[in-house]
């Protein structure tokens, strides 16, 4: 079946360490995201990508790094610069970055600090 | 984009409409409504969208009134697992609208 993975599901984090989340997607699609929820609040941007090989920051892109090599990959590196990581991944894609296509998303990553 | 208002939470008896409705009073001409949900600890779920027409799918109908100020999300006989946090966003179609903007939703709670 089509759709977008998201490992791991849950995911611990030392102080000082980096710690990458992983997201693929089989649907072909060229424009992929990140955001973070936090509890009981919306979506925040975290980074995107329209195309391989680029990307771009989002609202709240300190502390995170993502690639683009391949068009089905966009992983996501919480770097120790990101003082408050515990939240909730979410990573969507849809075909193309612009239309009216909507955003389909992975059931997410939670990260918490041990 | 324009910004979307919703109720709080509402309650909906098993085996009836639910209706949410979302107000978007200033949105623009060429802005579309999106509906999403949202089930505890998983990813948002795409339900519908529309630009001014009633849309419906095998999940749920979209009626956007005609000033497009507001429109409602109909789950025609809901059932327990549609209980979930529902999100009504808006955004253009244009080519650098690349986000979408998530408020905080209407809890639906369906009752047996």
């Known amino acids: 079946d089509g759709g977008i993975t998201q490992s791991p599901k849950y995911l611990f984090r030392k102080e000082g360490q980096n710690v990458t989340l992983s997201c693929e997607q089989n649907?072909?699609?060229?424009?992929m995201y990140w955001y973070r929820q936090d509890p009981g609040q919306g979506l925040r941007l975290i980074y995107y990508?329209?195309?391989?090989?680029?990307?771009q920051k989002g609202d709240i892109a300190e502390g995170y790094s993502v690639s683009r090599e391949k068009k089905e990959s966009f992983p996501l590196t919480v770097t120790s610069a990101q003082k408050n990581p515990t939240a909730f991944y979410l990573c969507a894609s849809k075909p193309e970055g612009g239309g009216t296509q909507p955003q389909h998303f992975g059931d997410g990553t939670r990260l918490s600090i041990l | 984009d324009a910004k979307t208002t919703q109720p709080t939470s509402m309650d909906c008896a098993e085996g009836r409409a639910a209706n949410l409705p979302c107000n978007h009073s200033t949105i623009s001409g060429n802005e579309y409504v999106y509906w999403y949900r949202q089930i505890h600890s998983q990813g948002p779920q795409y339900i519908i969208h529309g630009l001014k027409n009633n849309e419906t799918n095998e999940m749920a109908s979209l009626i956007i009134t005609e000033d497009r100020k507001s429109s409602t999300l109909i789950l025609p006989h809901a059932t327990l697992r549609d209980t979930a946090v529902y999100y009504c966003?808006?955004?253009?179609?244009?080519?650098?609208?690349?986000?979408?903007?998530f408020g905080k939703g209407t809890k639906l709670s369906v009752i047996p």
């Open positions: 649907l072909n699609h060229d424009a």
């Open positions: 966003i808006v955004r253009n179609s244009g080519a650098g609208s690349y986000q979408l903007t």
């Open positions: 990508s329209q195309i391989v090989n680029d990307f």
